[in-house]
T-cell receptor, first 115, second 115 residues
Framework: AQTVTQSQPEMSVQEAETVTLSCTYD???????LFWYKQPPSRQMILVIRQEAYKQQNATENRFSVNFQKAAKSFSLKISDSQLGDTAMYFC????????????FGKGTHLIIQP | DTGVSQDPRHKITKRGQNVTFRCDPI?????LYWYRQTLGQGPEFLTY????????KSRLLSDRFSAERPKGSFSTLEIQRTEQGDSAMYLC?????????????FGPGTRLLVL
């Protein structure tokens, strides 16, 4: 079974700073997908970024980028020029390559952007 | 293109009662997932459907939990003889799978409180 570990329960940074959220995972599979989801307070889960394990290039989406280290089984999220609206719970998630299963989530990191 | 919708958004019930939640996926999405999220945790996968077929149900928490997707469109999750430990947020997600696993899009969730 896969496991996902997020070692930072809470982080706080000033607006406009850059912040990196860490995620490690454990799997014996070679083909899989990794995701970062954002869950604002009392609002629904939304996708931030997706990475296919077979792609060496790190995914980027505007201010969001990942550092995917397959050998180390590490998948960190970098948020540049952080904004107040980035305040949320951030969840790292793993999906088996065949997709014949649900997402395995970490416990989340509560990110607070201070004005 | 409307997103995933869930009904009701909130449910308060007494221990021992049965409850049923509904999920309407994004139109044409062929996979539908159910998750449970307890306070301070990431979502926990329960079951999923591809079209009307339930392909994974071993993760359902007990035999009191059941799910259906009779026509391959909306789905229902039923909990029989509710217990206080069932209090949680129940999330639904859907995806379009064409060859490779699609990204899962989440609904707003149904928050259940069992008194």
């Amino acid at each position: 079974a896969q496991t996902v570990t997020q070692s930072q329960p809470e982080m706080s940074v000033q607006e406009a700073e850059t912040v990196t959220l860490s995620c490690t995972y454990d799997t014996s599979e070679n083909n899989y997908y990794l995701f970062w989801y954002k869950q604002p307070p009392s609002r629904q889960m939304i996708l931030v970024i997706r990475q296919e394990a077979y792609k060496q290039q790190n995914a980027t989406e505007n201010r969001f980028s990942v550092n995917f280290q397959k050998a180390a089984k590490s998948f960190s999220l970098k948020i540049s020029d952080s904004q107040l609206g980035d305040t949320a719970m951030y969840f790292c998630a793993f999906l088996s390559g065949g997709g014949a299963d649900g997402l395995t989530f970490g416990k989340g990191t509560h990110l607070i952007i201070q004005p | 293109d409307t997103g995933v919708s869930q009904d009701p958004r909130h449910k308060i019930t007494k221990r021992g009662q049965n409850v049923t939640f509904r999920c309407d996926p994004i139109s044409e999405h062929n996979r539908l997932y159910w998750y449970r999220q307890t306070l301070g945790q990431g979502p926990e996968f329960l079951t999923y459907f591809q079209n009307e077929a339930q392909l994974e149900k071993s993760r359902l928490l007990s035999d009191r939990f059941s799910a259906e997707r009779p026509k391959g469109s909306f789905s229902t999750l039923e909990i029989q003889r509710t217990e206080q430990g069932d209090s949680a947020m129940y999330l639904c997600a859907s995806s379009l799978v064409k060859g490779s696993p699609g990204t899962q899009y989440f609904g707003p969730g149904t928050r259940l409180l069992v008194l």
